[in-house]
T-cell receptor, first 114, second 110 residues
């Protein structure tokens, strides 16, 4: 069982809907990440939070809005998504955002945009 | 952004055979991690290599980091169906960001 829990596992939404993806870890990690993974491709970094503050935004469109309410939780708010946003969204955490830190991944939310 | 190449893209072998996956860059890595991702799951860290020339073993998996820290390899001995998955190399930069290679899909058939 993964130590990073993501909900929901699957999500189907229309382009006008608003939904949120949730990620939770209780390992005491202070860095959390959102990745997007298309089929047969590697994960691509979207956002990094370090000590609950956004430290990296990889030029992600504003229709994706991350939020880190506390050190254990990470949300990704979705609004007005496009069909090309359909993908597996992975959350990860690590003890800190320093180099060499192992990242622990959740099993992802598979998102389909109609 | 460093140019990162992972090869081969796809590998299909029989149980008991050996295989090697390569990860190469035009730049020097400060460190490199190898992950395996199975269908329907997130990537799982296998190993982190930091020192040039380093060799690490994890049961039947042997990881090498090149002397110049520009390349790495993963060798699996006597592959088993449970080794099936997407193998990803990921150098880290000074900010801790992972840059994943394109991945090698390994399929081991009984």
């Amino acid at each position: 069982d993964t130590e990073v829990t993501q909900t929901p596992k699957h999500l189907v939404m229309g382009m006008t809907n608003k939904k949120s993806l949730k990620c939770e870890q209780h390992m005491g990690h202070r860095a959390m990440y959102w990745y997007k993974q298309k089929a047969k491709k590697p994960p691509e970094l979207m956002f990094v939070y370090s000590y609950e503050k956004l430290s990296i935004n990889e030029s992600v469109p504003s229709r994706f809005s991350p939020e880190c309410p506390n050190s254990s939780l990470l949300n990704l708010h979705l609004h007005a998504l496009q069909p090309e946003d359909s993908a597996l969204y992975l959350c990860a955490s690590s003890p800190t955002d320093y180099s060499n830190q192992p990242q622990h991944f959740g099993d992802g939310t598979r998102l389909s945009i109609l | 952004t460093q140019l990162l190449e992972q090869s081969p893209q796809f590998l299909s072998i029989q149980e008991g055979e050996n295989l090697t996956v390569y990860c190469n860059s035009s730049s020097v890595f400060s460190s490199l991690q190898w992950y395996r991702q199975e269908p329907g799951e997130g990537p799982v860290l296998l190993v982190t290599v930091v020192t040039g020339g380093e060799v690490k073993k994890l049961k039947r998996l042997t990881f090498q980091f090149g002397d110049a820290r520009k390349d790495s390899s993963l060798h699996i001995t006597a592959a088993q169906p449970g080794d099936t998955g997407l193998y990803l190399c990921a150098p880290t930069d000074s900010w801790g960001k992972l840059q994943f290679g394109a991945g090698t899909q390994v399929v081991v058939t009984p």
